[in-house]
């Protein structure tokens, strides 16, 4: 069963662009919504996160929107530049601490 | 200030060999967790191990695979007898506590079956 529902599979932005990727939960009992940036051939590096008693939470041109009674949060990426090129996976984690990710994103910054 | 190290990151195995994955969390982390990713899929959790401890294997299959954290030295994910089903990355996170939010990963063994 996947806990953790994120789209689109693939993006294409052009440079200067806003890159959006949604994702949606089913289990309330979620406490932290972390993004993750991964290369090819790289481990995943952590991007930006946010907890669920916040609505939005901002970072340079990374951006969390979060719509708890929906279940739903989602990443916004401003001004879009090709060393964005990367796939994006959200997650989500509960006690004991493993994390659920979603499917991910591959996004395409064109210049 | 060294980050999570995995090796080898490159492994080829022929089915029914032993796979042995090592990961050393970052320094001051005793939290290690095991994902693994399919090609083209996200990451699915496997195990979570304290020192000496295993918390949560609820992800491991049932057989040839293990995981241990000993007391000292890295952490091993071992998978005996190796299906070409098990074509994957493997990668390992560290966090410094156990309700510490960020889970720091490594750059991932990847496993090829042959």
């Known amino acids: 069963q996947q806990q953790v529902k994120q789209s689109p599979q693939s993006l294409i932005v052009q440079k200067g662009g806003i890159s959006i990727i949604n994702c949606a939960y089913e289990?309330?009992?979620?406490?932290?919504f972390p993004w993750y940036q991964q290369f090819p051939g790289k481990g995943p590096a952590l991007l930006i996160a946010?907890?669920?008693?916040?609505s939005e939470k901002k970072e340079g041109r990374f951006t969390i929107s979060f719509n708890k009674s929906a279940k739903q949060f989602s990443l916004h990426i401003m001004d879009s530049q090709p060393g964005d090129s990367a796939t994006y996976f959200c997650?989500?984690?509960?006690?004991?601490?493993?994390?659920?990710f979603g499917g991910g994103t591959r996004l395409m910054v064109k210049p | 200030n060294a980050g999570v190290m995995q090796n080898p990151r490159h492994l080829v195995r022929r089915r029914g060999q032993e796979a042995r994955l090592r990961c050393s969390p970052m320094?001051?982390?005793?939290?290690v967790y095991w994902y693994r990713q399919l090609p083209e899929e996200g990451l699915k959790f496997m195990v979570y191990?304290?020192?000496?401890?295993?918390?949560?294997e609820s992800g491991m299959p049932k057989e040839r695979f293990s995981a241990e954290f000993p007391k000292e030295g890295p952490s091993i994910l071992r998978i005996q007898q190796v299906v070409r089903g098990d074509s994957a990355a493997y990668f390992c996170?560290?966090?410094?506590?156990?309700?510490?939010?960020?889970?720091?990963f490594g750059p991932g063994t990847r496993l090829t079956v042959l």
């Open positions: 996170a560290s966090s410094l506590g156990e309700r510490t939010d960020t889970q720091y």
């Open positions: 289990n309330t009992a979620f406490d932290y």
């Open positions: 946010i907890r669920p008693d916040v």
């Open positions: 997650a989500a984690r509960k006690a004991g601490n493993m994390l659920t």
């Open positions: 320094k001051g982390h005793s939290h």
């Open positions: 191990l304290q020192k000496e401890n295993i918390i949560d």
